[in-house]
């Protein structure tokens, strides 16, 4: 599984691996096997959104708690 949050929905979420390698590829970051821990893509529009394409795709690190 790999986390996901959208822009547009407003929500985070998770998402296959199949779906995270897909939108990681986008961002111009590709992962072989299992999405690297500490990192979650983020995105304008998903798939949860609709027939929209996704657009706008940032693999990012998930920000250390205090």
């Known amino acids: 599984m790999a986390y996901l949050f959208c822009r ?3 929500l ?3 998402i296959t691996e199949k779906i995270g390698q897909r939108l990681a590829r986008e961002a111009g970051t590709p992962f072989d096997g299992l999405l690297l821990h500490g990192i979650y893509i983020e995105t304008d529009e998903c798939p949860f959104c ?3 394409p996704t657009n ?3 693999v990012n690190a998930v920000p250390e708690s205090a």
Do not use: Q, S
């Open 50 to 52: 609709g027939d929209r």
């Open 12 to 14: 985070m979420g998770e």
């Open 56 to 58: 706008k795709v940032e």
């Open 8 to 10: 547009g929905y407003g």
